[in-house]
């Protein structure tokens, strides 16, 4: 895997790292982004070998060039979130990635007594691939319907859906979206102007394309209240805020359930389990994470329901 790492962008300056790393034969590791965490940790491994100090290490120039160097050698397209998740960690913190034209990333530090668990419910792939990239793509189809629609206009144009509150999106922007559309007749309207989504889009497949949006404009909305909320829980302790937290954590799987076409009846029976767990099991929420490449829930509670959690799991 070729990954061009440098200590330093200074043109002028002495340049360290490595352009090369060969590998006889490459692990297979099963979980969340194995792939990912497998060539972020060979990064890591590799950067740290020029002495380098560990705490000068950018993750998200790392997660670039970890996401370049499978482009360009293998072919392969790595998610930068996963590589910015597969980078760096903070012990007792969450990582918070705020997409734009430059990603940024913070730390949020996690209340004490809060449990947040990933678990890995062992059922591997929980949508194909097709429905996962639909998933993906659609709200970005969506988006240039938008954007042609305020062109003629003469409105300002916006550069995603997280600039959207669902106000605006209720108020009148969702009626630029089609409810439905294929492939083939969203591609005869956008391929030459926006080639770099147009690669994704399957001509044969329809399109939900208004639900996918108001996902994505939605799912905006629940990350920075889920964000409130937990910071708040660490600064009170109260664990109200932790109940809101959760909720927004099942609105979200629900959404990804209606939506995104997103689903498994496994997996829906464990959040099920929680959910109707009680307030006294301290399990507040679940969402199944990304767009089910795996079967990986996120779990949020107090740590009083660790040892539920661990029985609703052992029978699932």
């Given at each position: 895997?070729?990954?061009?790492?440098?200590r330093s962008h200074q043109l002028n300056t002495p340049k360290f790292g490595f352009s090369l790393v060969i590998w006889s034969r490459l692990p297979n590791p099963l979980g969340y982004a194995g792939r990912t965490a497998f060539a972020s940790a060979v990064s890591m491994a590799f950067k740290a070998s020029t002495g380098l100090d560990?705490?000068?290490?950018?993750?998200?120039?790392?997660?670039?060039?970890?996401?370049?160097?499978?482009?360009?050698?293998?072919?392969?397209?790595?998610?930068?979130?996963?590589?910015?998740?597969?980078?760096?960690?903070?012990?007792?913190?969450?990582?918070?990635?705020?997409?734009?034209?430059?990603?940024?990333?913070?730390?949020?530090?996690?209340?004490?007594?809060?449990?947040?668990?990933?678990?890995?419910?062992?059922?591997?792939?929980?949508?194909?691939?097709?429905?996962?990239?639909?998933?993906?793509?659609?709200?970005?189809?969506?988006?240039?319907?938008?954007?042609?629609?305020?062109?003629?206009?003469?409105?300002?144009?916006?550069?995603?859906?997280?600039?959207?509150?669902?106000?605006?999106?209720?108020?009148?922007?969702?009626?630029?979206?089609?409810?439905?559309?294929?492939?083939?007749?969203?591609?005869?309207?956008?391929?030459?102007?926006?080639?770099?989504?147009?690669?994704?889009?399957?001509?044969?497949?329809?399109?939900?394309?208004?639900?996918?949006?108001?996902?994505?404009?939605?799912?905006?909305?629940?990350?920075?209240?889920?964000?409130?909320?937990?910071?708040?829980?660490?600064?009170?302790?109260?664990?109200?805020?932790?109940?809101?937290?959760?909720?927004?954590?099942?609105?979200?799987?629900?959404?990804?359930?209606?939506?995104?076409?997103?689903?498994?009846?496994?997996?829906?029976?464990?959040?099920?389990?929680?959910?109707?767990?009680?307030?006294?099991?301290?399990?507040?929420?679940?969402?199944?994470?990304?767009?089910?490449?795996?079967?990986?829930?996120?779990?949020?509670?107090?740590?009083?329901?660790?040892?539920?959690?661990?029985?609703?799991?052992?029978?699932?």
């Open positions: 895997i070729m990954i061009g790492l440098r560990k705490k000068r290490v950018d993750g998200i120039r790392l997660a670039r060039a970890v996401v370049q160097g499978h482009q360009e050698v293998l072919g392969e397209y790595l998610r930068t979130s996963d590589a910015l998740t597969c980078s760096l960690g903070e012990y007792q913190c969450g990582m918070y990635i705020q997409h734009g034209v430059d990603p940024i990333m913070q730390w949020i530090p996690v209340g004490e007594n809060a449990l947040v668990a990933a678990v890995d419910l062992g059922f591997g792939e929980i949508a194909d691939y097709d429905t996962r990239i639909a998933a993906a793509t659609g709200p970005a189809m969506g988006m240039a319907h938008l954007n042609a629609g305020l062109k003629k206009e003469k409105k300002e144009l916006y550069g995603g859906w997280g600039q959207i509150t669902p106000g605006e999106f209720e108020g009148g922007l969702r009626a630029h979206v089609p409810t439905k559309e294929t492939g083939a007749e969203w591609l005869a309207k956008f391929s030459k102007s926006l080639p770099e989504i147009a690669v994704h889009v399957d001509p044969n497949r329809p399109y939900r394309l208004r639900a996918l949006a108001e996902h994505a404009v939605r799912e905006s909305g629940r990350v920075n209240r889920f964000l409130e909320q937990f910071n708040e829980y660490t600064r009170t302790k109260r664990d109200d805020h932790l109940m809101e937290g959760g909720k927004v954590l099942f609105s979200s799987h629900r959404s990804l359930k209606e939506k995104c076409s997103i689903r498994d009846d496994r997996v829906e029976d464990f959040i099920s389990r929680i959910q109707n767990s009680g307030k006294d099991s301290s399990l507040y929420g679940a969402r199944l994470t990304g767009t089910g490449r795996d079967s990986v829930v996120t779990v949020l509670g107090h740590s009083d329901g660790e040892s539920h959690l661990r029985e609703i799991f052992a029978d699932a």
